[in-house]
């Protein structure tokens, strides 16, 4: 088992067997425990990690940024009452948001 603490996030992976397939697993916990998001990743053959749960520990952060981009996105538009924005709109809003810049600077320390 391995924790990642980060400044609003904790990172905790743990591998998994299963009869001949094995694998990894990843949840992204903030406050008291409270699990945003999970990802396995099952494997058939070793992998070439860097260091372990590498792989598992950057698609749980991926998934994070999608699911923090979407939203800020939704809300940006329900605030504005429009349903349709440019990508330049959609990029200028990922910038402006905290959050996700804070899991893009997470992601790129794994």
Known sequence: MLIKNF???IIVADSW???GRWGHVASL???NNYTVEEVKIRYYNRTWEVYQFQSVMKKVIDKRIDSESASAI???KELNNIQRISKKVKNNIIEDSGRVQELIK?????
């Not at 997470?106 to 794994?110: A, G, W």
């Open 7 to 9: 400044k609003h996030y």
């Open 29 to 31: 916990v903030i406050g």
């Open 106 to 110: 997470i992601y790129k320390t794994l």
């Open 17 to 19: 067997d299963s009869g």
């Open 74 to 76: 939704k809300s940006y």
